[in-house]
T-cell receptor, first 112, second 112 residues
Framework: QKEVEQNSGPLSVPEGAIASLNCTYSDRVSQSFFWYRQYSGKSPELIMSIYSNGDKEDGRFTAQLNKASQYVSLLIRDSQPSDSATYLCAVKRVSGYSTLTFGKGTMLLVSP | DAGVIQSPRHEVTEMGQEVTLRCKPISGHDYLFWYRQTMMRGLELLIYFNNNVPIDDSGMPEDRFSAKMPNASFSTLKIQPSEPRDSAVYFC??????????FGPGTRLTVL
């Protein structure tokens, strides 16, 4: 079973719509969750982190976490063509030395 | 502040040759990570260091791969001998404590 799963996409949405990106994880002791954005040919860039159940909003981005369901999502409101990228979900344990486990990413395409 | 610096940005070599990738982490960061990204396997952690000490190298695929961190501002990832299946983008990332990781621009390696 893959540790962090994401739909590879592409997820296509029109400009101005809400894009919803989903991620599930298998390790129940995971405590920290991150969303990275990666443009084609570029490096991953951190856009959101979330540690507690519920929603966390930052501008047009909202991260949602449900630890009971082992599910984390990223909502992008008012999607723009510049949001077109691959979005990587990353999961981290807290105790001891801890590394990130990445999903393979979901490609988002926002059409003008 | 300068971000994570990697060199070279592109490397094309022939099978059997030695390849050395270089990384300068963000000043003050005490964790350094080496990742490899391919379409098939996504972003994989190869090895990470804490205060210049290798902590976990379980992701290093074979003995052909080695990594060093002689001081807080420099790390190398070496492949000897290189093989075509090593072709990938190699990222270096750094973090302060157990906080968010910041990625360098990556080295695109092509082994012919």
């Amino acid at each position: 079973q893959k540790e962090v799963e994401q739909n590879s996409g592409p997820l296509s949405v029109p400009e101005g719509a809400i894009a919803s990106l989903n991620c599930t994880y298998s390790d129940r002791v995971s405590q920290s969750f991150f969303w990275y954005r990666q443009y084609s040919g570029k490096s991953p860039e951190l856009i959101m982190s979330i540690y507690s159940n519920g929603d966390k909003e930052d501008g047009r981005f909202t991260a949602q976490l449900n630890k009971a369901s082992q599910y984390v999502s990223l909502l992008i409101r008012d999607s723009q063509p510049s949001d077109s990228a691959t979005y990587l979900c990353a999961v981290k344990r807290v105790s001891g030395y801890s590394t990130l486990t990445f999903g393979k990413g979901t490609m988002l395409l926002v059409s003008p | 502040d300068a971000g994570v610096i990697q060199s070279p940005r592109h490397e094309v070599t022939e099978m059997g040759q030695e390849v050395t990738l270089r990384c300068k982490p963000i000043s003050g960061h005490d964790y350094l990570f080496w990742y490899r990204q391919t379409m098939m396997r996504g972003l994989e952690l190869l090895i990470y260091f804490n205060n210049n000490v290798p902590i976990d190298d379980s992701g290093m695929p074979e003995d052909r791969f080695s990594a060093k961190m002689p001081n807080a501002s420099f790390s190398t990832l070496k492949i000897q001998p290189s093989e075509p299946r090593d072709s990938a983008v190699y990222f270096c990332a750094s973090s302060s404590g157990r906080n968010e990781q910041f990625f360098g621009p990556g080295t695109r390696l092509t082994v012919l």
